[in-house]
């Protein structure tokens, strides 16, 4: 599972409105403190990016279907996609993404090497479209 941003600040704020135990005091207070404002950086990018990255995953994928012959595919996640809520993208990433699994799954499987290996530039460009640096935010 990969949390939302909702999640995870949702996640951070129970951290910091939980009182800790006293014997837990010092070091210990410190150390969540520090892992609640990474989480709470990380976040902050994810938040900033992860609208323009779910379209653009969306379209590549899409595009990846129409140019294999698989258009219907793709447009049978269209329509949640106008739901441009966070969680409606998110929705419509992980239809698609789940479609491409399963077309990859049958490429490998008939051994069409060409294709296998546009899908894993796809994957490749997806990666780095959603990565985070530590100590940004």
Known sequence: MTPSVPEIIRGCTIALATPAPPESAGDFAAGRVGLVSMLLGLSAQEANRCVAATIAENADIRALFAACGDAAVAEAAREIDTDLT??????????????????HERVEAAGNHDLDRQITALYVRMARGRRLELGRG
């Open 86 to 103: 966070i969680a409606g993208l998110d929705a419509a990433n992980a239809a698609l993404r789940r479609q491409l699994i399963a077309l």
